[in-house]
């Protein structure tokens, strides 16, 4: 899954403890956002996902700076989730 310390450093955060607990706080809102739209949340490919992973960063990041999301949810996170849920829709017959 995502490493707190790895998103603090890609985003030039410094690593406090005060930090950490945020992020991973964010990391786990973000990642129940995410879920919420996958219907096959089991599927064993999900967590090494670089598209799950890129959508579970972009909302920890945009909840980072904007923690009620008073514009919403932006239009790279929306497309990012919106990829992610067509991808693990749980769909078998391709329609």
């Keep these: 899954m995502v490493d707190v310390k790895e998103l603090l450093a890609e ?5 406090t403890a005060e930090e950490e607990a945020t992020m991973t706080d964010l ?9 919420h739209a996958i219907a096959d ?3 064993p490919n999900l967590p090494k996902d670089s ?3 890129s959508a579970i960063k972009s909302l920890a990041t945009q909840l980072y700076y904007d923690r009620t999301l008073a514009s919403g949810e ?9 990829a992610v849920e067509h ?9």
């Design 11 to 15: 985003l030039h955060i410094d690593d």
């Design 74 to 82: 932006s239009q790279g996170v929306n497309a990012l989730i919106s």
């Design 27 to 35: 990391l786990g809102q973000a990642t129940a956002v995410v879920n």
């Design 87 to 95: 991808k693990y829709s749980g769909d078998t017959d391709g329609t």
């Design 51 to 53: 598209l799950y992973i």
């Design 41 to 43: 949340v089991d599927n």
